[in-house]
């Protein structure tokens, strides 16, 4: 006896090639809303069934790895962006807003270069803004640079983390004369579609 299912295939961004392809078989529950909970990563309750597996697949159709996966694999694409280019600070400065609209979660790299002064000291914080009140608030600190290093920090990976919408850096800059040369980047993976 057959069970009824269906089949969704995930394509690439630009629609044209079969990346990969998630069965499903109905269960109790409603298909539709199980197939949304599968798609979009949430976890089920304890004790219910699995409703489908996620295999990757060629363009051709043919399954690239003989596992079959538990759960659904985000296939998506990697944006980087530069927030502050290389480049010697003084005093603290507070960058541009960012649109990481797309981006449900990101790394985060500081690489300082170069540092002088008496007793400097470099605090890199990168804050999201909140669309409706307009207000910026911290979402990572990276450790109080003093001298060269470089660091990386992620956000938006447990649960209940997102990313904002929009994104900006503050790199406040004490002691006497300080300068430090850095940059400050990021890399995340957009959500497949």
């Known amino acids: 006896m057959s069970k009824a299912g269906v089949i969704v295939h995930i394509v690439d961004i630009a629609g044209e090639d079969v990346i990969g392809e998630v069965q499903i078989t109905p269960t109790s529950n409603t298909l539709l809303r199980r197939v949304k909970d599968l798609l979009t990563g949430i976890v089920l309750a304890a004790g219910t069934a699995v409703i489908g597996k996620v295999r990757p697949v060629t363009a051709t159709g043919d399954e690239i ?10 296939v998506g694409i990697v944006k980087e962006a530069t927030l502050h280019a290389s480049g010697a600070e003084t005093a603290t400065v507070t960058g541009a807003d960012v649109d990481v609209a797309v981006l449900p979660a990101a790394n985060f790299y500081l690489d300082v270069t170069a540092v002088s002064g008496s007793t400097p000291t470099l605090d890199v914080k990168i804050q999201g803004k909140d669309s409706v009140s307009g207000k910026y608030f911290d979402l990572v600190s ?4 003093t001298a060269v290093t470089n660091q990386r920090k992620n956000y938006g990976s447990g649960a209940g983390e997102l990313l904002d919408k929009t994104i900006r850096y503050v790199a406040t800059i004490g002691g006497t004369s300080p300068s430090f040369t850095f940059s400050l980047s990021l890399a995340g993976k957009t959500l497949g579609k």
């Open 65 to 74: 790895t003989n596992d079959t996966v538990d759960a659904i694999q985000t």
């Open 142 to 145: 990276f450790t109080q640079a």
